[in-house]
């Protein structure tokens, strides 16, 4: 069998104990999309890495595969988090895969549809709090103290230390670092990681961080108490990992700006529609901020000639905003002549 797996791909880069068994779905090794299209449009060669294709259809099975390897390793028996849905889909699927129960905090109606369903079919216990993601992280962190359950939201050291990865394959890939990188941010952890794994290479490109307007702390200065966005998955009020996140930015000589709902959508849709890559609305803000706010530098710098957006989920993920968001469909009678008209007519 190749070796698929990030943890086997990369165990010697990884802080795991040498007697951590290997809890794996095969992520990582995802790909890495040139976009002429979207090229010109920014105005440098752009790549696209598509983190949807993982097996839970995000990013998160990168730190999952490590943390839960480490907590089946130290022997505990169940695992907790809390999401704006894709934590939580993939902490239920790398549970099931562990033997280990699992539990999910998300906020009540503010998850997208798919990481619904996937948290409840592969078993984990799914709480819907009447309060946003902030206040379900609190009460985590509260009850992983209580209670012998491993908190795996990206606070848990080994998330950072499996998506550091993303790091690793762009070099890997590229066979350099890229000069700068986009990506969404909403808790922090994943520009965070990338940063590590970057430094780790002896890299350090650009971070542009892109937040939605109506949940930016980490462009105004300060936590929003009520943090709105269509883009679910970044609808957080509060990163827990604002100061490193903000220290990688400015070491990168990078910022974190924000974009609007519409912004986000319309690189959402342009995605699917122009480049062929459907991701998650909170993913298309990398592209929206790319769009929006060009390739700033710091007076003196080089402009920079390669660019990663990172894609951060999948697109099936949410099919409420895909529907919402196409046109219709058309309906038609069992008949050429009406299949033709319907086909054909403008
Ligand atoms: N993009 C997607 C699709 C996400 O699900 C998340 C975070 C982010 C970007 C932001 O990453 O938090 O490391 O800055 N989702 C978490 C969750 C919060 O619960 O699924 P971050």
Not at 1 to 12: A, Q, S
């Given at each position: 069998?190749?070796?698929?797996?990030?943890?086997?791909?990369?165990?010697?880069r990884l802080n795991l104990e040498p007697d951590d068994p290997i809890v794996?779905?095969?992520?990582?090794?995802?790909?890495?999309?040139p976009s002429p299209h979207l090229s010109n449009r920014v105005g440098a060669e752009v790549f696209l890495k598509f983190e949807g294709a993982n097996p839970t259809g995000s990013f998160k099975d990168r730190g999952m595969t490590v943390a839960v390897s480490r907590a089946k390793g130290r022997g505990v028996q169940a695992v907790i988090c809390a999401s704006t849905g894709n934590t939580a889909a993939s902490c239920a699927a790398y549970a099931a895969r562990a033997g280990l129960r699992g539990a999910v905090i998300v906020p009540e109606g503010k998850i997208a549809i798919g990481k619904l369903?996937?948290?409840?079919?592969?078993?984990?216990?799914v709480v819907a709090l009447k309060g946003n993601f902030d206040d379900a992280l609190r009460i985590v962190r509260e009850l992983s103290q209580k209670h012998p359950i491993e908190l795996v939201n990206s606070v848990n050291p080994y998330r950072i230390e499996g998506q550091k990865t993303g790091a690793f394959e762009l070099i890997d890939e590229l066979g350099k670092a890229p000069d700068a990188l986009?990506?969404?941010v909403g808790n922090a952890g994943n520009v965070t990681a990338y940063w590590r794994g970057f430094q780790e290479m002896g890299a350090s490109p650009i971070l542009y961080g892109f937040q939605a307007a109506g949940a930016a702390p980490l462009v105004t200065g300060k936590p929003v108490e009520k943090p709105e966005t269509i883009a679910?998955?970044?609808?957080?009020?509060?990163?827990?990992?604002?100061e490193e996140a903000m220290s990688?930015?400015?070491?990168?000589r990078g910022r974190i700006a924000a974009v609007t709902d519409a912004q986000i959508i319309d690189?959402?849709?342009y995605l699917a529609s122009c480049v062929g890559v459907f991701c998650e609305p909170a993913s298309a803000a990398s592209v929206a901020g790319l769009l929006a706010h060009g390739l700033p530098t710091v007076e003196g710098d080089p402009k920079p000639e390669t660019v990663v957006a990172v894609l951060t989920g999948h697109g099936l993920k949410d099919p409420d905003t895909a529907l919402g968001k196409a046109p219709a469909v058309i309906s038609c009678e069992n008949d050429l002549s009406a299949v033709e008209r319907a086909v054909f007519s403008d």
């Open positions: 069998m190749p070796e698929r797996g990030l943890i086997e791909r990369y165990r010697d794996s779905l095969q992520e990582g090794t995802t790909p890495l999309i369903a996937q948290a409840l079919i592969h078993g984990a216990r986009a990506i969404p679910s998955a970044i609808r957080i009020g509060n990163p827990a990992r604002w990688a930015v400015t070491t990168s690189a959402y849709h």
